[in-house]
């Protein structure tokens, strides 16, 4: 396997904070388009939250709805639509033709008209709105569905025969004055959605993850939790503790391995990494608000956690291999600690780019797991000279090649990242993501790079070119694929059966005779048959 072209380091200049509303970044990572808060979002009591993204769409939470924007050029993206829906925290994901949006705040009634309420009311809602977003531009509120302690954040899982989608319900912090949120609480609500008929939404189970006294005495409840359908495997960040589970029965997940760190206050989410060997979960230390990137803080202090999955079966375990906190400092008047985040599909490496509120954008390479290294950054300064306002990145997702921001205050952000170790991830696109529903990508078991002669043929596993020039035909053996980007091949393609076949960005001097293969923004000097 070729070696890895060195990266764009990220040059952090811990000394130099920026000052109110200056933008610094590394040389790799550079803004190319903004949309300011507006319309009934314009405050700043409305915080911009959660992303999901479908096609050539964002929808991008809000505590007040959501927005949806086309972002078929990332450089000019354009306001399709913006749903006023007040309820924090308005996280999104869409499935198909439906957005599921959390609400975790009591509310008079499920109505968008609502105002807000009190929990300890029998009268009061909080839960989860549906709606048919078939028409962008005219979202239609269709169902509400109560849960208990409300939705603080949900998570998509598809059932195993494609009929339903199920909705965990992440919600926490019980009292005993609160009408359909009191003590215990250490479960999730799971609500099956029928696809044919999205308007009978329920619950349909309410699962114990923490018996007895399993959870850590400040666990009540999950903040969030990541799932991965593909390997039925879901990661929870559940207050006091950091959990791995089989979700292969949808309605009944268990817990498989369960962690805790004196030196987290608050696990706050979950990422996987594409082969599911590996979970970062992120400490919120200070609830959000806090100013945690100072000197006062040490560098395990709201920070990340990532740990190794190891054995199989029922007997994986989550094992601790370090901490990545980003290394420059902010002000007292900055709100930052570890928040969402989201895996760059790179070629052969595990990188994720990451949301730290007014830290800013972080990108890191974590392929070893113990000696994880920062490669990109960009950030805002403070937004106030005299006083701190809750603002920053709140969400940060690479889609499609692009990296897209749900700024707090300062509104939806969309980066561009140039840097050898990433940009490959560009031949890899989702028509659908839900960060917090992991899809897979296919994974290269060997990538290559620069100059080869002689015909190929691909017996198994997926090979990946990056940036190659190929003198001579290429064979691609039923169950193997070959992923090209950014690449000059002189001869043909031929597969048959292949798992995947995907040229992007790239060059063909000759046939390509592939049944399903992918073929973007490339040149195809000879005949194609793909389907």
Avoid at 187 to 192: G, N, Y
Avoid at 221 to 230: F, K, L, M, Q
Avoid at 368 to 387: C, H, K, M, Q, Y
Avoid at 393 to 422: E, R
Wanted: hydrophobic fraction near 35%; proline fraction near 5%.
């Amino acid at each position: 396997m070729a070696t890895a072209p060195a990266s764009s380091a990220a040059e952090t200049a811990t000394n130099a904070i920026p000052g109110v509303d200056e933008i610094v970044s590394s040389a790799n990572l550079q803004q190319i388009a903004n949309i300011p808060k507006f319309g009934g979002f314009a405050s700043e009591s409305a915080y911009n939250s959660d992303l999901a993204f479908q096609g050539d769409y964002v929808f991008a939470g809000n505590y007040n709805g959501f927005n949806v924007f086309d972002i078929s050029d990332p450089a000019a993206p354009q306001v399709v639509s913006q749903v006023v829906c007040p309820g924090a925290q308005g996280d999104p994901s869409v499935f198909g033709d439906l957005l599921f949006l959390a609400v975790d705040s009591a509310r008079s009634d499920d109505s968008c008209s609502s105002g807000s309420g009190s929990a300890a009311q029998e009268s009061s809602w909080e839960g989860v709105r549906i709606f048919d977003i078939s028409d962008k531009a005219n979202p239609q509120y269709i169902k509400s569905v109560r849960t208990d302690c409300g939705s603080h954040t949900l998570t998509l899982v598809p059932s195993k025969d494609d009929q339903s989608v199920y909705v965990y319900v992440q919600s926490y912090s019980p009292s005993n004055n609160a009408f359909y949120c009191k003590p215990p609480h250490d479960k999730i609500s799971i609500i099956e959605v029928p696809l044919a008929n999205p308007t009978s939404a329920s619950v349909v189970a309410t699962p114990v993850l923490f018996p007895g006294t399993a959870g850590n005495t400040s666990t009540s409840g999950c903040h969030d939790i990541t799932t991965y359908p593909e390997l039925d495997l879901a990661a929870g960040a559940c207050m006091g503790d950091g959990v791995l589970m089989d979700i292969s029965d949808r309605e009944n997940p268990v817990v498989l391995s369960q962690v805790r760190d004196t030196n987290f206050a608050f696990w706050h989410s979950a990422t996987f990494n594409n082969a599911g060997t590996k979970v970062i979960f992120t400490d919120e230390l200070g609830g959000g608000s806090g100013a945690i990137c100072t000197s006062s803080y040490r560098t395990n202090q709201g920070a990340n956690g990532i740990y190794d999955i190891v054995g199989s079966g029922t007997d994986r375990e989550l094992v601790f291999k370090s901490y990545f906190k980003i290394p420059r400092e902010n002000t007292s008047l900055e709100n930052c600690v570890a928040h969402n985040g989201s895996l760059i599909p790179a070629m052969g490496r595990d990188i994720m780019v990451q949301a730290w509120y007014q830290g800013g954008v972080s990108v890191i390479d974590f392929t070893d797991s113990a000696n994880p290294v920062e490669i990109a950054f960009w950030e805002r300064g403070p937004l106030s000279e005299t006083r701190r306002i809750l603002g920053g990145a709140w969400s940060t997702y690479y889609h499609n090649g692009y990296i897209y921001s749900n700024d707090i205050q300062k509104g939806f952000d969309v980066l561009k990242l140039d840097d050898p170790l990433t940009n490959n991830a560009r031949a890899v696109a989702f028509a659908e993501l839900n960060v917090q529903t992991q899809p897979s990508y296919p994974a290269c078991t060997t990538v290559l790079r620069g100059r080869h002669n002689g015909s190929m043929t691909i017996k198994t596993g997926i090979t990946c070119m990056d940036g190659v020039t190929q003198n001579g035909a290429i064979k691609v053996n039923p169950g193997a694929g070959l992923i090209v980007f950014n690449s000059s091949l002189n001869g043909s393609i031929h597969a048959v059966n292949a798992s995947v076949v995907s040229i992007v960005e790239s060059k063909v001097n000759g046939s390509v005779d592939a049944i399903g293969a992918t073929i973007r923004d490339s040149k195809i000097n000879g005949s194609v048959r793909t389907n």
